[in-house]
């Protein structure tokens, strides 16, 4: 099993992804549903949407927990997948996906009908397919939204800002235009009896709920966001708030210039152009207010279908990479570095939907969906939270734990009780088709465990035997340990493939081969992306090497190349990115080092790791004879792991070295020291004097030594040289440096142990 992709580089900002959100959810609410929400509730419409926006909320705060945790393409999706497993992972991702692309035809052929009233197009007819003037002109726009998604994600928000900025400006001018011939008098009763008083509102919100579909799509992007710590929440929830309160003002305003019964579907087809022609008809200008409301009609339904393509196409992305779907779709565009493939199958779905489907019940059916993800979304936050897994660390907490969380679970699938029986059976038959192709086409692919079933299974004694027997059967089979490998230099490639290969068969799992090409500061990602053989010439060479490698030792293997303006920093965001259980590295003064720096590839080791470390100075590979010295702690620890797994693979002769003031002390704590790592097995040597020189006698006759890498802290190294360091120069044979992965304080960073 192999899979060999690239990754997405981060270039969005909090502005692109605030636009991202604001200008998908503030398309459909006031330009193609305003008629439908005023007949269906009347004044009390504008308390819908503020319930919307609720309800909204609750989810934004717990997405924005989970992303700030977990910055990764495909949001809620990725949040579902990895926190109750790839069963609730196919729904979510599914659901999220057909969801999505259900309302970008909605939202494009509201696009085709603005485009209607100043460009008049025919309608026309291939085959049984009849297209009217609207769905022509949806059918055009939708191809140059996918065109626009096609080309890249930098370009996608950039086009966003200038979309919503222009937005916001108009409807700002008409608000305010309006609320100066509004009459409050209209709104009364607010609650009127003929569209059934105050029961109306959640009917009513269920309506209107496809306008608030957007703001979760701001976490499909994390993986391509700046500073996702701080930008996601921000954009998250600054963009529910910002459009909860611009739908609440312009119903408000609609229905105080026009009676809410004459904007009504069945008397017009416009209400906003309606209004406006009202509202800047008092200032002389009502041509130039119906031409921009017509232009910002056409710009709102652009952004949210340009922003909803942008975002499905993530979710299946993502669903790609964790192999629920086919990983062919994870291949990046060698020009654009986008996601094409995801983009082309979702594109074509969209312009599927918009030539043969009922948009507005596949858009309202697209709301059951997002319903559905999420009120998963909000317990998958309380999974993580109550599984406590070490991995996760967000920088937003959601306030009031547990009770927004609950809140917006319920909430959620509460709302799903006041859509139309047609909508929630289209939405469940997309539910099974989720659940069905898990279990005929996912499962036996789909590698990630759910944080859920391991922590089912941890508590087995404490919980029902139900309950761990289902927990214990979704759990994939093997795969979960992933040892990675950053590889440069070719003339290694074979020694580290065959030491990670090595290691992920004694823990039955992946060998992830990832190579870093690295781009000047002054030249964009995407520029690199596009010129990656200018770079680095035959750059995928290395990783091809690995491929065939790791295969002839019988593992699984995966390969990736990283398109970063570091090298060695990298490395510790790549580890952390796939989830690495061991990261087996190279060193050389010349690889990672450079002139100036005080301090080299192994000192920033004592920063906090990701993952188990383990740095191989070559000399060629050759486990017959292994040497451990130790002096205990939890490097030593790891190097006794190695150790033992090295000897289980090529029964390797290990000698244990200690460095004692008495050989009889030494010797007792070596023995224990053995018996505790199940290397009882192993020759134990204790030595007096120098650690230094007693570990380069001992090497003499070995063919391998393992040694902790951080003995001393980054400051006593600093002053008084390295001991490990030394030893990796002086001593003939390979060294491999372990470091155990452990959470330290500034102070103990720098003084060390």
Excluded at 423 to 446: C, N, P, R, T
Excluded at 465 to 490: C, E, K
Aim: proline content about 4%; overall charge negative.
């Amino acid at each position: 099993m192999t899979a060999n992709d690239e990754e997405l580089a981060k270039d969005l900002g909090l502005l692109s992804a605030l636009t991202i959100g604001v200008g998908t959810m503030i398309g459909a609410g006031i330009f193609v549903l305003p008629g439908q929400a005023a007949a269906a509730a009347g004044p009390a419409v504008a308390l819908s949407f503020v319930v919307g926006g609720v309800i909204s909320l609750f989810t934004a705060l717990s997405a924005s927990e989970l992303g700030t945790a977990m910055p990764k393409a495909g949001g809620s999706y990725y949040y579902v997948n990895h926190a109750l497993g790839p069963i609730f992972g196919s729904i979510a991702g599914w659901g999220n996906w057909m969801g999505l692309a259900f309302a970008s035809a909605f939202y494009t052929l509201g696009f085709g009908e603005y485009l209607a009233t100043f460009l008049p197009l025919p309608t026309l007819t291939l085959g049984p397919l009849a297209l009217s003037e609207f769905q022509l002109g949806a059918l055009l726009a939708g191809s140059a939204f996918v065109l626009i998604n096609y080309v890249g994600a930098k370009e996608t928000g950039k086009i966003q800002i200038v979309i919503v900025t222009l937005l916001v400006g108009i409807l700002t001018v008409f608000s305010v235009l309006g609320i100066m011939q509004a009459d409050l008098s209209t709104l009364r009763p607010f609650f009127p009896e003929e569209t059934g008083g105050a029961a109306a509102v959640l009917p009513a919100t269920g309506l209107v709920f496809v306008s608030f579909l957007g703001f979760a799509k701001i976490t499909t992007v994390a993986e391509e966001l700046k500073n996702p710590g701080r930008n996601l929440p921000l954009a998250v929830v600054g963009s529910v708030a910002i459009v909860t309160a611009m739908y609440a003002i312009i119903m408000v305003v609609l229905m105080g210039v026009v009676n809410w019964r004459q904007l009504g579907p069945q008397a017009t087809t416009t209400p906003v152009l309606d209004v406006a022609d009202i509202a800047f008809g008092t200032v002389g200008l009502a041509g130039l207010g119906v031409g921009l409301l017509t232009f910002a009609g056409l710009l709102a339904t652009a952004s949210s279908a340009n922003a909803s393509i942008l975002a499905s196409s993530r979710i299946n992305f993502a669903m790609g990479r964790d192999k629920l779907i086919s990983a062919k779709l994870n291949a990046i565009h060698p020009s654009f570095a986008t996601p094409y493939r995801s983009i082309a199958v979702t594109g074509g779905l969209i312009l599927l939907f918009i030539a043969i489907g009922d948009v507005k019940v596949l858009a309202k059916a697209g709301s059951v969906l997002h319903l559905i993800v999420y009120g998963l979304l909000n317990l998958a936050l309380i999974v993580m939270r109550e599984a406590d897994v070490d991995e996760y660390q967000p920088e937003f907490e959601v306030p009031l734990y547990p009770i927004v969380p609950i809140l917006g679970a319920l909430t959620s699938f509460g709302l799903i009780a006041f859509m139309e029986p047609i909508e929630i059976g289209l939405s469940l038959v997309f539910v099974a088709g989720g659940l069905v192709w898990y279990l005929v086409y996912a499962k036996d692919k789909a590698e990630k465990k759910g944080i859920l079933s391991q922590y089912i299974l941890e508590q087995s004694e404490q919980l029902p035997q139900a309950a761990v027997s289902a927990a214990d059967t979704v759990q994939p089979d093997g795969g979960d340990y992933r040892v990675m490998v950053p590889l440069a230099n070719p003339e290694h490639e074979k020694d580290l493939i065959t030491l990670a290969s090595a290691i992920a068969r004694q823990h039955g799992g992946t060998v992830d081969a990832v190579h870093i090409v690295t781009a000047p500061d002054q030249t964009s990602l995407g520029h690199a992306a596009a010129h990656a053989d200018e770079l680095e010439e035959d750059y995928h060479a290395v990783l091809d090497a690995a491929e065939r490698d790791a295969e002839t030792f019988g593992v699984d293997v995966e390969t990736h190349t990283i398109l970063s303006h570091e090298s060695f920093g990298e490395i510790f965001d790549a580890a952390r990115t796939h989830e690495a259980d061991m990261v087996v590295m190279g060193w050389g003064k010349q690889r990672f080092g450079s002139p100036g720096r005080v301090e080299s590839a192994v000192d920033d080791l004592a920063a906090d790791l990701p993952c188990d470390f383990l740095v191989l100075k070559d000399r060629g590979f050759d486990p017959d004879r292994i040497l451990v010295p130790t002096a205990g702690g939890p490097d030593s620890d790891l190097s006794a792991e190695v150790a033992k797994l090295l000897q289980s693979e090529y029964d390797s002769d290990i000698t244990l070295l200690h460095v004692a003031d008495a050989v009889e002390d030494g010797t007792a704590f070596l023995e224990e020291w053995a018996a505790d790592h199940d290397l009882a097995d192993a020759t134990i040597h204790v030595e007096e004097g120098d650690v230094e020189n007693a570990i380069e006698r001992a090497a003499t006759d070995e063919t391998m030594v393992i040694i902790g890498a951080t003995e001393r802290g980054l400051l006593n190294r600093l002053v008084r040289g390295s001991l490990v360091l030394d030893v990796v120069e002086d001593v003939d044979c390979s060294v491999l440096l372990a470091e155990r992965a452990r959470k330290r304080g500034v102070v103990d960073r720098l003084l060390g142990d």
